[in-house]
């Protein structure tokens, strides 16, 4: 069964503007590279695409309103250049257990307040600046990554992005910040 929750009824098509679309409970999306069409919705706000196989972010071009997209759990390696281009409003963006190695593509995500990408294969501490874009991220998960587990890893995370008020596990406390000056 295919989750919807309709809004308000459109006075042109009179079908129902769905802001909620799950086709992961039944595996009603097929295992495809890129999104079915029944998934572009215009008034969308949230796409649960987890565990669906995919290779790669393709077909959001209708989805302006797509607050909350979930890839959690997909066999991503990368992130193509504007994938992300179509959702300027996108606040919440989970793509954890994939195979992705890079933060790159991210920074026109300026609305971006919860970044899930823990359980990927990020390794550098240098891909950690490409979160300074990203002025609105509060909460970012990057646990179960090569790079969470590197010396200085936390402080230059909260020296990048200086708005965070969880970074993974933890809590940002006034102490974590003021140490991040010796960086």
């Known amino acids: 069964m295919v989750r919807l929750v309709p809004g308000p009824l459109t006075c042109f098509a009179r ?6 679309l799950d086709p992961c409970i039944s595996g009603w999306l097929n295992a495809k590279p890129k999104l079915n069409r029944r998934c572009r919705r215009p008034g969308l706000r949230s796409l649960d695409l987890h565990g669906n196989k995919l290779t790669r972010v393709d077909g959001l071009q209708t989805l302006h309103s797509l607050r909350e997209l979930i890839l959690d759990h997909n066999i991503l390696k990368y992130l193509d250049a504007g994938c992300f281009a179509s959702v300027p409003r996108l606040r919440r963006l989970h793509l954890g257990h994939n195979g992705l ?3 790159a593509h991210l920074s026109n995500l300026t609305r971006l307040q919860f970044l899930h990408i823990g359980s990927n294969r990020i390794t550098e501490i240098t891909e950690l600046d490409r979160l300074t874009n990203l002025v609105s991220l509060t909460e970012v998960w990057l646990v179960d990554n090569l790079v969470a587990k ?3 890893y936390r402080a230059l995370l909260l020296s990048k992005c200086r708005q965070l008020k969880v970074s993974s ?5 006034h102490f974590t910040i003021t140490g991040t000056h010796l960086l």
């Not at 079908?15 to 909620?20: D, E, S």
């Open 150 to 152: 590197k010396q200085w």
């Open 101 to 103: 190695r890079s933060l």
């Open 169 to 173: 596990v933890q809590m940002v406390t």
């Open 15 to 20: 079908q129902y503007a769905y802001h909620v």
